[in-house]
């Protein structure tokens, strides 16, 4: 019987170096030109370390973006018990400092199924946390939950979010600044004038 290809450790510096290199391939020249040697060469290691710490290049993907998502569930979770939780949301929300790289996980889960996975898996989990804050959170502002449901208010806000940072990185903006004004003239009822260096971790 064959045993498991030995893979490297996982707090191994090297293993950490080739993910930090396959981040900026995906961030400056996109999914397409992202391979075990090209990140093997942004790393300065040698191709076959690549494949000693990832058993494939999905599995090395999947690690640039477990490591993204879960700083992103630690960011929403300060967001969400924040002084004004709906700012705090809906500026992590509407950050367009990840819009490159969710754009190309897009890409990638086009052509493969684990890393589609993986989006889901994490794109629900970033839902739930939403589902289990927000109804304290309506609760002080004195909203009943059958008039705003809390799933209801999640996936608006977050696909609402979500297209506005895609067409914007694309480079079509119609509609987003009116769009934009009348959430926030809504957060602006409820929370104030939004105070980001306390609303916001």
Do not use: C
Request: hydrophobic fraction near 45%.
């Amino acid at each position: 019987m064959t045993s498991p290809r030995r893979i490297g450790a996982l707090d191994a510096k090297n293993r950490t170096v080739l993910i930090d290199a396959a981040e900026r391939l995906l961030l400056e020249e996109g999914h397409t030109a992202v391979s075990s040697r090209r990140v093997a060469a942004r790393a300065g290691l040698k191709p076959q370390l690549v494949h000693y710490y990832f058993r494939s290049m999905d599995d090395l993907l999947l690690e640039v973006f477990r490591r993204r998502a879960e700083e992103g569930l630690e960011y929403q979770a300060l967001a969400l018990a924040s002084e004004q939780p709906l700012w705090a949301l809906w500026k992590f929300s509407t950050d367009t400092a990840g819009t490159s790289l969710t754009m190309e996980f897009t890409g990638l889960a086009n052509r493969s199924e684990v890393i589609r996975a993986e989006i889901a898996h994490y794109s629900e989990r970033f839902r739930v946390a939403q589902i289990e804050a927000l109804p304290a959170i309506l609760e002080r502002y004195g909203i009943p939950p059958e008039e705003l449901p809390p799933v209801v208010l999640t996936v608006l806000l977050s696909s609402l979010s979500r297209m506005i940072m895609l067409e914007d990185a694309l480079g079509f903006t119609t509609g987003h600044a009116e769009t934009l004004e009348l959430v926030e003239q809504q957060i602006r009822k409820l929370e104030g004038e939004p105070r980001f260096a306390d609303a916001t971790p």
